[in-house]
């Protein structure tokens, strides 16, 4: 029987309790780790006779070319600091390769002050923090004094703490919260496969849902309307960052992360951890991705795909079968589309045993800080804004017209529109494409930092009602910002809402700890898994390797040690998976 997540929080504290580490971490008898000394808390605000400065390192999305300096929001806290009586100079730069920069700046010791939205990883954390000292430990500074909001938001999701904490008691990175909405609690990045409707129609089929189904709507698609020759581009399916793959592996019936291209993470199988490429299921996914190639389903030139030749493709309705992020490239044909069903594949027969790892509010570690810095109740004020519920409407809109605008001059009012929608005159003049697009360029340097803002426009809230589809809880959220199919952007989103909420699940597997000796032979491993796995599927599918080498690849694998592997994963993952489906 599968426990409420309640049952599973309450679990997770016992367990951090008897080990002295959160779920995911070493046991004990292997922990390397001297828990950390207790410390009182730090409760008195900085003083404000003394000028600072703050150094933060960021990521920006792609496709920005203002440099992150010129952002509106770090001028901002400049401003908010200076009403507060304090003198703060906030100095921004950006990386365009976030982990470059990170490996440089953790390896020659020469952190910024704040690392903005680049997630620490686990193995990070036990080699710079724990045992380097290098980052920041926050517990002292978690307090109602110096970080009240982020100490809400903790107590508002615990197991959000206990999954920030490291096995030796401390906290070096905190998290991004994306509170549960309908709009965007629903979707994620393993179901964007969409078809056109008009194609379906065209074609004599419906929208599959079954294997057989499927494989028969692509070949109606190639025999009723496609021309597939030599001369031209035209295929019955595109797909864009392994969305194909994708969709395959959740509809065999894994779930717990976002699926590997070729079944190379690891996730959750009939309550177990699994290598899926390791099990039987590694069968019928290349066989399913064999037929495609074989009957010129998917093109021969699918795996050298680029974004802008998929792209291209979808503009120029070259394909009736679409994987991709969003509808953007069907322009005003958005209407046209339709979500593919989920379909049972190989050993799972029946949609309800298909999960998708959707729900989860939280990305940890996506801010963290140098020790050095000299007074890190300044970093700890900054940080903690945005985890108000006033620091995350700044951070992401903006100050809205109805309280005055931008003190700054710099930025646009928002304010919503007859729709409910947040919006502003650069957005209503078409000069930015929306306000995501808006605050990007202007406002904030990434998504993924502090506190995602629960939007309320009065006279157009609700709320929705999701069941975890593996755990049977019942979460009511808020419909914030209604979505409408009459635009493109709407559509996308409820189409696979529509589809797949039904599917979705909080479960996700967490970054695990692991002790250094067993973490350095486990990203050993992993790397000789995974570079053996990404090189001979792509054989077995375009018949480079017959088919009926399949048991050899894994007796490959098994000389690869890959066993070994997952004799580490268990090990790293079994207070989590005990607390999470143990009875």
């Not at 828990?35 to 496709?63: C, F, L, N, W």
């Not at 009939?270 to 039987?280: H, I």
């Not at 990007?440 to 709320?463: H, K, M, Q, T, W």
């Amino acid at each position: 029987m599968k426990k409420t997540l309640s049952k599973i929080l309450v679990l997770l504290m016992l367990a951090a309790i008897m080990v002295g580490c959160f779920a995911g971490c070493v046991s004990e008898d292997d922990n390397e780790y001297t828990p950390i000394e207790s410390q009182d808390p730090v409760v008195e605000m900085p003083p404000k006779d003394k000028e600072y400065t703050i150094s933060i390192m960021t990521a920006r999305h792609t496709g920005y070319d203002n440099d992150a300096s010129e952002l509106w929001f770090f001028k901002y806290m400049e401003y908010w600091f200076a009403q507060q009586g304090y003198t703060v100079n906030i100095e921004v730069q950006q990386s365009n390769d976030m982990n470059q920069t990170k490996a440089l700046a953790l390896n020659t010791d020469t952190l910024p002050d704040i690392m903005w939205s680049p997630e620490l990883k686990n193995e990070e954390i036990v080699r710079y923090a724990i045992e380097e000292g290098m980052i920041l430990e926050w517990t002292p500074f978690l307090n109602d004094t110096l970080m009240p909001n982020i100490c809400e938001r903790f107590e508002e999701m615990p197991d959000t703490k206990l999954g920030s904490t490291a096995p030796n008691g401390g906290i070096y990175g905190l998290p991004y919260f994306t509170p549960r909405q309908y709009a965007s609690g629903s979707y994620g990045t393993s179901e964007r496969l969409y078809f056109r409707q008009s194609w379906l129609d065209k074609a004599g089929v419906t929208n599959p849902t079954t294997k057989d189904e499927l494989l028969n709507v692509l070949r109606a698609f190639k025999t009723k309307i496609t021309d597939v020759t030599p001369e031209k581009d035209d295929v019955p399916l595109v797909s864009s960052s392994s969305f194909l793959e994708k969709y395959l592996w959740t509809c065999l019936g894994f779930y717990g992360t976002e699926p590997g291209k070729y079944g190379t993470n690891i996730m959750i199988k009939d309550e177990k951890l699994v290598l899926p490429a390791y099990t039987e299921s590694y069968k019928e996914f290349v066989s399913i991705m064999k037929t495609m190639y074989d009957e010129g389903l998917i093109a021969q030139d699918f795996f050298s795909y680029s974004d802008a030749s998929c792209g291209a493709l979808i503009s120029a309705e070259k394909s009736g079968a679409l994987c991709w992020w969003t509808l953007e490239h069907v322009g005003d044909k958005f209407s046209d589309i339709v979500c593919a069903n989920p379909i049972p594949l190989g050993d799972v027969t029946d949609v309800k045993d298909i999960h998708v790892s959707n729900l989860n509010p939280v990305n940890y570690n996506r801010i963290w800080a140098s020790s050095k810095y000299e007074e890190p109740r300044i970093l700890a004020m900054l940080i903690d804004f945005v985890y108000s519920n006033e620091g995350a409407m700044v951070y992401r809109y903006g100050i809205s017209k109805e309280a005055g605008g931008d003190p700054l001059n710099l930025v646009e009012g928002w304010y919503f529109d007859a729709k409910g929608q947040i919006t502003n005159d650069k957005v209503e003049d078409k000069t930015r494409s929306s306000m995501s697009d808006y605050g990007r360029y202007f406002l904030f340097p990434n998504d993924y930092a502090g506190l995602r803002p629960v939007i309320y426009a009065e006279g157009f809230s609700g709320v929705k009602e999701y069941t975890d589809s593996v755990t049977g809880e019942k979460y009511t959220v808020a419909n914030n910002q209604p979505l409408s199919k009459d635009n493109n952007d709407g559509h996308w989103r409820l189409i696979t809402i529509e589809t797949w909420s039904d599917r979705a699940t909080c479960i996700r597997i967490p970054n695990m700890f692991l002790g250094s000796a067993d973490m350095e032979e486990f990203t050993d491993l992993k790397t000789a898994v995974n570079n053996w796995i990404n090189s001979e599927t792509v054989k077995f599918i375009t018949g480079i390797r017959p088919m009926s080498e399949i048991e050899t690849f894994w007796d490959e694998l098994e000389a690869l040690e890959v066993e070994r592997y997952m004799e580490l994963i268990n090990k790293g993952y079994e207070s989590w998976m005990d607390a999470t489906f143990g009875e």
